[in-house]
């Protein structure tokens, strides 16, 4: 167990720790239902927890469903108009629930809530907007990830079909109420490779009519050049889930991935996209990220990962393992948060060493995975040059930013 100094002085370790251990909910805090933006299982499979900011403003996800946050040694207790964080029967750390917007209690002119449409995680919103992943519904046996909740959820927390009019409705709401500068749109796999087809029409009429940043999150087109398109339509992020380095548990973990994709193929993606940045509108900027699970292999496999990902010139998204209720993998162990901590600084330092643009997009807080940029403290290493280069880079892009969302969204004439 880390001491509770430690935790108090390095907030980016306390997010770690919490992902692994979760947190245990005193009756103080669910007596009349818990405030904040409620207990949503979110998309991409891993999250399902309690929207919340640490010391620090470290936006996260926190464990609290599953049996393993029963065994935590962190509780959440409430006190007058406060949360606190408990650590092993001590006081730790304030803690913030994540502000719920009004238009999360409002429904879409088509009548659906606005949350079956959208959700923040974080500071953006997250967008599943098609039907389930292929993989829950294969015949004879569903060859879904072992890790992912997407098939349980859909129908559940999620509408299972939206329209662009619906999702440009519950953008637009999040842009003006919780200031959302990134939509991201997520989907399994397509018999068919549709996925990029189901998604276009969505990215143009949000790209145009509200010029904010867009990420895509689908499994590995096998025509590249349809990601030529992506960035001349003014996409900023692709990312590509492989989950797991090591081969052989690869093909354990992730059957339909395995089966339809394999491994190499989204490797070939990440190489191929993270060439795309000097190719497209240079006015949009353009990231290419490959989504590991660190605690499905061992933690040399996901330094590998880290590795390679960064040596072609694309960002890790280094996601913590959850066994999730309900999944094929709940009665597993969570990861060993010490045993991690190694994997989360050579993320710091790999994308430091390699110049990668990190911690540049405006208000992006990211509530189920630890950023690169947040794990500067669990590094050893210090790069004051490349800080410098990435503070600047941040100051640009916001300036540019801000100027073109003011041609979308001007400013009210004065009176
Ligand atoms: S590809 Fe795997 S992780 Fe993604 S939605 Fe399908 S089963 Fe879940």
């Known amino acids: 167990m880390f001491a509770a100094d430690a935790l108090r002085e390095t907030p980016a370790l306390l997010k770690l720790d919490l992902y692994c251990k979760g947190a245990r909910l005193d009756a103080s805090c669910t007596e009349g239902g818990i405030a904040g933006r409620g207990l949503l299982r979110t998309r991409a499979g891993l999250g399902s927890g309690l929207e919340a900011v640490l010391p620090g403003g470290l936006w996260t996800n926190i464990p609290v469903l599953e049996p393993f946050a029963q065994r935590s040694p962190y509780t959440i207790r409430r006190e007058g108009d406060g949360l606190w964080l408990d650590y092993a029967g001590e006081r730790l750390a304030a803690l913030t629930l994540s502000p719920r917007p009004a238009w999360y209690d409002a429904q879409t002119g088509s009548g659906k809530p606005m949350t079956r449409v959208g959700t923040l995680q974080g500071t953006y919103l997250g967008v599943y907007p098609a039907k389930v992943c292929d993989y829950w ?17 859909l129908g559940v927390d999620d509408a299972s079909e939206k329209s662009v009019e619906e999702v440009l409705e519950v953008v637009r709401a999040a842009r003006r ?74 093909r354990e973990v992730c059957p339909g991935k395995d089966a339809h994709y394999g491994l190499d193929r989204y490797l070939d993606a990440i190489r191929y996209c993270a060439t795309l940045s ?18 499905l292999e061992p933690p040399e496999s996901s330094i590998r990962a880290i590795n390679w990902i960064t040596k072609v010139g694309a960002i890790p998204t280094v996601c913590v393992f959850r066994p999730l209720r309900g999944t094929d993998y709940e009665d ?18 790999a994308c430091m060493l390699a110049g990668l643009p990190i911690g540049c997009a405006p208000n992006i807080h990211v ?45 009210a004439p004065r009176a």
């Not at 000097?278 to 605690?295: D, F, R, Y």
């Not at 669990?378 to 503070?391: C, G, H, I, T, V």
């Open 137 to 153: 519904v294969e015949q004879p046996e569903k060859t879904n990830c072992h890790f992912c909740s997407v098939g349980l959820n």
């Open 177 to 250: 109420e919780s200031g959302i500068t990134y939509v991201d749109f997520n989907t399994g796999h397509y018999e068919g490779d549709t996925y990029l087809d189901i998604l276009e029409p969505y990215l143009r009429r949000i790209k145009q009519e509200t010029g904010l940043l867009l990420g895509v999150q689908t499994p590995p087109h096998h025509d590249l050049k349809r990601y030529d398109h992506l960035r001349a339509l003014g996409v900023n992020r692709v990312s590509f889930c492989f989950e797991i380095f090591d081969r052989a548990r690869f």
């Open 278 to 295: 000097s190719k497209g509108p240079s006015s949009e900027p353009w990231v290419t990220n490959g989504e590991i699970i660190a605690g």
């Open 332 to 349: 597993l162990d969570p990861p060993d948060a010490e045993a991690l901590v190694p994997v989360f600084a050579r993320l710091y330092d």
């Open 367 to 411: 509530s189920l995975v630890l950023l690169p940029e947040e794990c500067a403290s669990l590094s050893s290493r210090r790069y004051y040059l490349q800080s410098l280069k990435l503070a600047a880079m941040k100051t640009v892009f916001g300036a540019q930013y801000r100027r073109r969302l003011r041609r979308h969204d001007p400013p």
